[in-house]
């Protein structure tokens, strides 16, 4: 499963924490990775690694799931994991 999520230009921690938490809340599972447009990343890692060049020096993760940069819009991540139907919940 993708879910692609647009953020702010000068997103706060607190929103890039609740479209992760979104993608785990709809689908009963947490992503096992995650695709960001380089300003997406770049961002992450003003907020919550030691800054910019973290991810061009080692792997960036948020709780235990890797970031990628990715060719994307900008402002955007995909949060991408396998998904079991029978344990999304009822709709």
Do not use: H, K
């Amino acid at each position: 499963m993708r879910r692609e999520v647009r953020l702010e230009t000068n997103f706060a921690a607190e929103a890039f924490e609740a479209a992760f938490e979104r993608f785990a809340q709809i689908y009963n599972v947490q992503p096992a990775l995650a695709r960001c447009s380089p300003d997406v990343l770049a961002r992450y890692c003003r907020l919550f690694e030691s800054g910019d060049d973290a991810a061009r020096r080692r792997e960036v993760r948020f709780r235990g799931v890797p970031l990628y940069a990715a060719v994307l819009p900008e402002g955007t991540i995909a949060f991408e994991g396998d998904v079991d139907e029978d344990r999304m919940g009822d709709w």
